[in-house]
């Protein structure tokens, strides 16, 4: 069955520090993958996706990820997080041949100042 | 554009009453998805429209559930004889499906609570 893991719930890291959050999937053939955001009382928004190509994908606000085929992971990065980047960030996989989204669990970003 | 629209925010209702959720897709969006989405838990999908046509439902929605989307714009999501375990938030996405893999863009969700 397809599946996405984001094995980390809770992420707590300080203003300034770099960021990984790890997302896994489990499919028969490479999805299209994507990262959302979601922040309180606001929609979901789109990070980044992955369809093909280059492994290494660049996202709105210095969000990055890289899909590793071998490890079939997708996972989320950035550099130096910002207090506003707190929020729950959600992995999502779009089997080939639909349209709809198959969502991890999700991974809390706490971010201290 | 202001973006997916959903209405109402945020409904409380008694067990066994029916619900209506309304979404309000970008203009010119092809595609309507719903989502459901439980405390800790990432979005499940429910069920999504091309123009008109429902094209896919998930085994999630029961037979106390129906969506439309009559003029290929707005939708509505009804669940009838509410029980409890719907209490969760109810998200509508769209999207202008041009190819495969195509960005959703998803609304603020409708906050359904079963007392």
């Known amino acids: 069955a397809q599946s996405v893991t984001q094995p980390d719930i809770h992420i707590t890291v300080s203003e300034g520090a770099s960021l990984e959050l790890r997302c896994n999937y489990s499919?028969?053939?490479?999805?299209?993958l994507f990262w959302y955001v979601q922040s309180p009382g606001q929609g979901l928004q789109l990070l980044l996706k992955?369809?093909?190509?280059?492994?290494l994908v660049q996202g709105i606000k210095g969000f990055e990820a890289e899909f590793k085929r071998s490890q079939s992971s997708f996972n989320l990065r950035k550099p130096s997080v910002h207090w506003s980047d707190a929020a729950e960030y959600f992995c999502?996989?779009?089997?080939?041949?639909?349209?709809?989204?198959?969502f991890g669990t999700g991974t809390r970003l706490q971010v201290f100042p | 554009d202001t973006g997916v629209s959903q209405d109402p925010r945020h409904k409380i209702t008694k067990r066994g009453q029916n619900v209506t959720f309304r979404c309000d897709p970008i203009s010119e969006h092809n595609r309507l998805y719903w989502y459901r989405q439980t405390l800790g838990q990432g979005p499940e999908f429910l069920t999504y429209?091309?123009?008109?046509?429902?094209?896919?439902k998930s085994r999630l929605l029961s037979d106390r559930f129906s969506a439309e989307r009559p003029k290929g714009s707005f939708s509505t999501l009804e669940i009838q004889r509410t029980e409890q375990g719907d209490s969760a938030m109810y998200l509508c996405?769209?999207?202008?499906?041009?190819?495969?893999?195509?960005?959703?863009?998803f609304g603020q969700g409708t906050r359904l609570t079963v007392v």
């Open positions: 996405a769209s999207s202008l499906a041009i190819s495969p893999g195509t960005e959703a863009f």
């Open positions: 499919y028969g053939a490479t999805p299209y």
């Open positions: 429209f091309q123009n008109e046509a429902q094209l896919e």
């Open positions: 992955y369809f093909s190509g280059d492994t």
């Open positions: 999502a996989v779009g089997p080939l041949g639909t349209d709809k989204l198959i």
